[in-house]
């Protein structure tokens, strides 16, 4: 299987502390492989790096075309897309609105347009991605009149809307409950089973275990497990990672706070 994401010795240092040690992480075609490690393991560091915000040794390839040099907005025209920790929406444009501006890209002609007055219709892309996370029922509501969860999943859809080759997604579940929590792992199957290639970057071990193809655990930034969600739940060096969790917390889909997550892939 072609892989769309592959990092090869990838490194981050700031000064003296390296945050992103030599890591290599390969994301095939239409998988969802969650990236996890404790508070500090350098997660936002390496997404960072891949999308172009913090410099870095080694090499990232996005469909086998390094994109050494590259600053953030050419990653994100050749189709590597993120989301951020703090979802920002524009308060005064609708949810169908904001996943819309997301899912145009302006061309000179589209701009030329724009300036006689011609209005362009409703983005095809951003109704796609409406009806893929379920968002219909809210397409017309305010930013303010969400949920954290709802907010959320706009921020996903507006990723979505972009048609990316690599949706990178980090802490898409901080600070919603477990039944949010639960909705959003869903929907992230979904995405992935319509064949969006998908890297998940959370804390919520019930979330990653239960949705994910594959995965790769950071400590201290290095690599030091990865594989199915089975086998990376049994590794030891994982266990000990989390605060020296017990394997049968790991085991029961508890993320390392404690707080239990979804234990069955979602289909819906």
Known sequence: MTDVLA????SVHFGGVRAVDKVDVSVAQGSLVGLIGPNGAGK???VDAISGFVRYTGRVELDGRDLGGMPPHARARLGLARTWQSTELFDDLTVRENITVAAERPTFLSLVGELVGRHLSAS???EQALELLDLGAIADASPAELTQGQRKLVGVARAI???PRLLCL?????????????N???????????GTTTLLIDHDMGLVMSICDRIVVLEFGEVIAAGPPDEVRRNP????????KSDAGVEAGRSPSGERGPVGRGTT
Not at 7 to 10: F, M
Not at 184 to 194: M, N, S, Y
């Open 124 to 126: 095809t892309t951003a």
């Open 7 to 10: 990092t090869t010795a990838l």
């Open 44 to 46: 936002t560091t390496f």
């Open 170 to 182: 980090d802490e898409p579940a901080a600070g919603l409950d477990t039944n949010e929590s639960e």
């Open 161 to 163: 809307a972009m048609r």
């Open 237 to 244: 060096r994982v266990v000990a990672a989390y605060l020296g």
């Open 184 to 194: 959003l792992g869903q929907r992230l199957r979904r995405i992935a089973d319509a």
